[in-house]
């Protein structure tokens, strides 16, 4: 078990769920991000890089969900009186429905369907793009052709939050959300995601594949990865 990624998909991966169990299901991966320090591990990689620009920045979150990522940035930009532009990209329009309903006037966050995973998608140009667990959902082979198909839509960094799949990871989401107010759809979800995440090991073959040498990859709390790509110095690869 788990020595290998799964394939299975999972209910969210259905682009037309909809309703009341998908907006609970929305609230409790919100719970998550907010507890396992996901959202925050995200903000403070892309945080010193808007604090160093001296021009607006382009933001697009790749899988933006129910959008928790945008509005910690929107907010803190919005507080520093730092202009910028962010944009969700995401394939299930019910979801962006629901991510468009938590913006205030105060938050200008754009958001557009797409289906990310189809290869008919192209990334729009942008400075900075970040993702919070989703890149699991391509194959390893179909990572490695996105990521070299959108290289050049990227003027400055690329930032992915990851889980890492471990057996630990599993058990521990297995015990603790039985706990938490979460639904069935996440319970299950969870369990899924943690089963098609990668290993670091994994992900430092993709990348190198790619065509990415001076990336870093750095663990965090809660079984997390990050990935920091800086377009500015593509040299030899150093991971840590």
């Not at 803190?76 to 990209?89: A, P, Y």
């Not at 995973?117 to 391509?138: A, K, Q, R």
């Not at 943690?194 to 709390?221: C, H, Q, V």
Request: a positive charge.
């Amino acid at each position: 078990m788990l020595k290998l990624r799964s394939i299975e998909k999972e209910q969210l991966d259905n682009l037309q769920t909809s309703g009341t169990e998908l907006t609970k299901t929305l609230e409790g991966l919100s719970i998550i991000n907010r507890f396992l320090g996901n959202t925050n591990a995200t903000f403070s990689a892309v945080k010193p890089i808007l604090i160093s620009s001296e021009t607006s920045l382009t933001i697009i979150d790749l899988g933006c969900g129910g959008g928790d990522n945008l509005r910690k940035i929107a907010r803190w930009c919005s507080q520093k009186n730092i202009r910028v532009r962010l944009i969700g990209i995401d394939g299930n329009l019910n979801i962006l429905d629901y991510a468009l309903d938590k913006n205030t006037s105060s938050l200008a966050v754009e958001y557009v369907q797409a289906d990310i995973l189809s290869n008919e998608f192209n990334l729009p140009y942008c400075d900075i793009l970040i993702s919070s667990h989703f890149v699991y959902h391509f194959t390893d082979s179909d990572l490695v052709q996105f990521l070299k198909k959108s290289k050049p839509r990227i003027k400055q960094h690329l930032i992915f939050s990851e889980l890492e799949r471990s057996h630990l990871a599993f058990s521990l989401f297995n015990a603790v959300s039985i706990f938490m107010p979460f639904t069935k759809m996440v319970r299950q979800d969870g369990k899924r995601a943690i089963e098609r995440a990668f290993k670091k090991p994994e992900l430092d073959s993709i990348l190198i594949k790619a065509g990415f040498g001076n990336y870093r990859m750095t663990r965090k709390w809660a079984f997390r990865l990050l990935i920091s790509i800086d377009y500015t110095s593509l040299k030899s690869p150093k991971t840590f």
